[in-house]
């Protein structure tokens, strides 16, 4: 009998909540924000097919892409496709969303600034049409 051997670099973590994610997003944390650092880290893992909805961070915020493939969009501005190795550096107050592709899963760490105590605004979910005009 074969085993199959997980080869994520962190654990899947927990189910994110589907009023900030279309379809099965996951967040392992690595890292609060504490007195030395104004950021939190963690692990983001989408199925096939999940996403953000459109949001912003009032300080910014990177990915390090460490598995499969999806996309970051910033509003009126094409997809960037994304695969293992891709860093993006999110400007502050940047309408955007990222997530999986429709056939892969997606993971990335994502350091997250803080402005005070705020970290992201959620603004409303990526339409379909949006989504599948990416997946082209």
């Not at 912003?56 to 969009?73: A, D, R, S």
């Not at 293992?84 to 592709?101: C, L």
Request: aromatic share 10%.
């Amino acid at each position: 009998m074969e085993t199959q051997q997980n080869t994520s670099l962190f654990p899947k973590g927990d189910k994110l909540s589907n009023d900030y994610f279309t379809g099965n997003a996951f967040l392992h944390p690595l890292q609060a924000k504490d007195k030395n650092n104004e950021f939190a880290l963690g692990s983001v893992t989408f199925e096939p097919g999940a996403r953000t909805v459109w949001h912003t961070h009032p300080k910014g915020q990177v990915l390090i892409v460490t598995e499969g493939e999806g996309f970051y969009q910033e509003k009126g501005k094409p997809a960037q496709h994304l695969k293992k190795g891709d860093i993006v550096n999110i400007p502050e107050d940047i309408e955007h969303w990222h997530g999986a592709s429709a056939k892969s899963k997606f993971v990335h760490i994502a350091i997250t600034n803080y402005e005070g105590e705020k970290n992201v605004t959620w603004l409303q979910p990526v339409t379909e049409d949006e989504y599948n005009k990416v997946n082209k």
